[in-house]
């Protein structure tokens, strides 16, 4: 007997109609409006507004590729400087929960072999922030016996990279891997917004696979070679659905070019946990901030999580505690609340399914506005409209309209002798640390 056969159906306007009695309010008070996202939602939904019986597995893939599970790798940034160093931390990393590594150099000639020296690669994933061509043979040769679990980190928008683009692509048309990298996470690091950011990961990925074709890869093998960052705020409903969206949006990219294998609408993700709202004066604060965006990323179904230390990009660089704090939260999360259980959890709430309609709708509108980002006008005007929410975002900490804890409410009053390093900018537009402004 099913359970609703033994209940009335309570329409929309019935429900509506108990919503208003109650909160003695006009139906206009109950609208979000949100000056960032441009979005004017409600603050609830009904069966009438949306139907959806996706199944996780399916076309369009909303739900994710995952049919069992909802596992994640837990990710540790080595930034390599000292090889010796690196090489500990990294095996500090592995003992400590991690099983993937993401490596990231900021010196020249680095002894690769020093930096890998009895790490186990076959038995964990790594990946490659590759910034310089060098550094890419010197890679790629120490790992070809671990090809399987590794994936390259390779930017188009950095110019190296731009003009090695077949180069570098040869390597991978008989062995696909992923190693062109779509760096969402830094769009939102330097102010946009969720369908900003998906608007500039459909343009990127999209260049990847025409320029991939053009050099003879079929559909299948240039889906093959790309991978998605994409960053994650405090918004938390809003960053769980933008995951879902581009997901559906890039099964639909891919879905046009006609693809023979089902896996090539995977869309690989690596959700990574920034610096935007975190502060120096304010650990514990940070930390609850970077569990409930490491939950959105679960949520929205992250391939890998890589949460940085609050403090890497800090002057005194990251402490023992903040690494061992952001390697733990995955860790709990995944064997102590067992959020690799379920698949898509929020699936199917009205809500959660009308925001990612939302947000992939006008990240589909806006990646037909910029597609060619790379090209003239449309990068300018698309920039521009980036650093208007970037400034809107600053604006709101400055005359203390949103309130962040420990950063312009209930400040630490204890003096902390640590400040910020100036973070690479992107797209020529800086970092945001709402802590600085």
């Known amino acids: 007997m099913s359970y609703f056969s033994e209940f009335n159906k309570i329409s929309k306007s019935e429900w509506e109609k108990k919503i208003f009695s109650d909160l003695k309010e006009k139906k206009s008070s109950i609208k979000i409006e949100d000056e960032i996202e441009e979005l004017n939602i409600s603050s609830y939904y009904h069966s009438e507004d949306v139907f959806k019986n996706e199944i996780p597995g399916n076309f369009p893939f909303t739900r994710g ?15 390599v400087s000292n090889e010796k160093e690196s090489n ?178 995977n869309c690989d993700i690596t959700a990574v946990i920034g610096h ?19 939950m959105s990323a679960i949520n929205g179904g992250s391939n890998a999580i890589l949460v940085e230390p609050y403090d890497i990009y800090s002057m005194n660089g990251s402490s023992e505690k903040s690494e061992r704090m952001a390697l733990n939260i995955s860790n709990i999360l995944k064997e102590e609340s067992y959020f690799d259980i379920v698949i898509d959890p929020l699936g199917g709430s009205y809500s959660i399914e009308m925001l990612t309609d939302e947000i992939a709708r006008k990240g589909w509108e806006k990646f037909q506005d910029i597609e060619g980002v790379n090209k003239g006008v449309k990068s300018e005007l698309f920039i521009n409209q980036i650093k208007e929410k970037a400034n809107i975002r600053i604006n709101n900490i400055k005359n203390n309209s949103i309130k962040l804890i420990g950063i312009n409410a209930f400040k630490n009053p204890k003096e902390i002798k640590n400040t910020w390093k100036e973070i690479d900018s992107y797209l020529g537009l800086p970092t945001i640390i709402l802590e600085t402004v």
């Open 65 to 79: 590729m995952n049919k069992q599970k909802n596992d994640w790798k837990n990710g540790s940034l080595i930034i």
């Open 88 to 265: 500990k931390k990294a095996l500090l990393a592995l003992n400590s929960g991690a099983d993937l590594l993401v490596f990231k150099t900021n010196k020249k000639n680095v002894n690769w072999k020093a930096v890998f020296k009895n790490i186990k690669f076959e038995f964990i994933y790594t990946q490659f922030i590759i910034e310089s061509v060098s550094d890419f043979d010197v890679i790629f040769q120490l790992m070809k016996k671990h090809e399987f679990n590794i994936q390259y980190k390779i930017d188009i928008i950095s110019n190296f990279f731009n003009e090695n683009f077949n180069l570098i692509a040869k390597n991978f048309k008989h062995k696909q891997k992923r190693f062109c990298s779509v760096n969402g996470h830094k769009i939102q690091q330097i102010g946009g917004n969720t369908w900003q950011e998906i608007a500039f990961c459909l343009n990127i990925g999209h260049e990847y696979l025409i320029r991939l074709m053009n050099i003879g890869f079929s559909i299948d093998e240039a889906a093959a070679c790309i991978s998605f960052n994409l960053g994650v705020g405090s918004n938390y409903f809003f960053e769980t659905a933008k995951f879902r969206a581009l997901r559906k949006l890039w099964s639909k990219i891919i879905n046009a070019y006609d693809p023979i294998h089902h896996c090539s609408y």
């Open 276 to 294: 935007m709202n975190k502060s120096l004066k304010d650990p514990y604060t940070n930390l609850l901030r970077q569990t409930t965006e490491v």
